[in-house]
């Protein structure tokens, strides 16, 4: 497999797909899942002549199950890691959920600085802040993310069906097609990560306020969002981070799920590439 070690040795386990002098695309996983969650998105990208990257988070899919470090800073210093062992730049960096968060982070903090960014892309993302506080009143109470927690600590494995197969896809609205392969899919990611890291990531996308992230944002940034995400809400998300970011960019998808880089994957895919290439 494909592996490096990061600076405080945990083993980072990624894909780095097509021609290494093509322009780099990283995608950055959302929770609980793995690299395998972009399936759809690497292979059109690099059927077109870009080179493209993803790795598993720590504690998720094959990437070790360490026992410390679920927390964004983390997150963003491991995608560095990556960065800079496969020396990548000019890169657009795409990042679904909590994934979002992640790109937001790493932008910021460690791609702008170092110059090796191009674009972003936060595709259904959790930035600025999904928990509801005094300052951030539309946000999502406490209750919510605790409920995410018992599911975790009581039964993971049923959890990660009911996720999938309701709110994550849509899959519960009236009419749905439901796709049981994706369902399964789901599933299969989630179980091979660690519950600790699952356990533990919650707060870090729920708590993580990220309002300062997006306004140090200043290379193109892509909002994707649909209005009928039922696990990040848009007006909690993307209708806040839009007025955030100095160069950003939103687009709207009527009835779309948080899931939809999967079950609209052909909508996306063909929306990112327009934005990477204009």
């Known amino acids: 497999m494909s592996t490096l070690t990061t600076a405080d040795g945990v083993e980072i386990f990624f894909k780095d797909w097509g021609p290494k002098d093509g322009q780099p695309i990283m995608f950055h996983h959302g929770w609980p899942l793995s690299s395998d ?4 998105q ?8 870009f080179r493209v990257v993803a790795h598993d988070r720590r ?12 927390d964004m800073d983390h997150y963003a210093a ?26 937001a982070r790493y932008v910021a903090r460690h791609g702008q600085p170092a110059g090796r960014v191009a674009k972003a892309v936060l595709v259904a993302a959790v930035p600025p802040l999904m928990l509801k506080t005094e300052a951030n009143p539309e946000g999502l109470p406490l209750e919510v993310f605790d409920g995410f927690r018992a599911g975790v600590a009581g039964n993971r494995a049923q959890m990660f069906l009911d996720v999938p197969a309701g709110p994550f896809y849509g ?9 049981q392969g994706v369902i399964q899919n789901w599933w ?5 990560g660690s519950a600790k890291a699952h356990y533990e990531g919650i707060k870090a996308f729920s708590e993580t306020d990220q309002t300062e992230d997006l306004k140090a944002i200043t290379v193109p940034t892509l909002v994707l969002h649909g209005d009928d995400d039922q696990i990040v809400p848009i007006a909690d998300a993307a209708l806040k981070a ?3 970011l100095p160069n950003g960019t939103l687009k709207v998808y009527p009835g779309y799920s948080h899931g939809m880089l999967t079950v609209n994957a052909a909508e996306l895919n063909a929306d990112i590439l327009a934005f990477i290439q204009g």
């Open 37 to 40: 969650d972009w399936d759809a």
């Open 42 to 49: 690497m292979l059109y990208f690099v059927q077109r002549g």
């Open 59 to 70: 504690g998720h899919g094959r990437s070790a199950q360490v026992s410390e470090g679920h």
């Open 78 to 103: 491991d995608a560095f890691a990556v960065v800079e062992h496969l020396d990548l730049r000019n890169v657009v960096h795409v990042g679904h959920s909590t994934g979002g968060g992640e790109v």
């Open 171 to 179: 899959f519960n609205r009236p009419g749905a097609t439901v796709h």
């Open 188 to 192: 299969r990611q989630g179980m091979m």
């Open 242 to 244: 839009v007025k955030l």
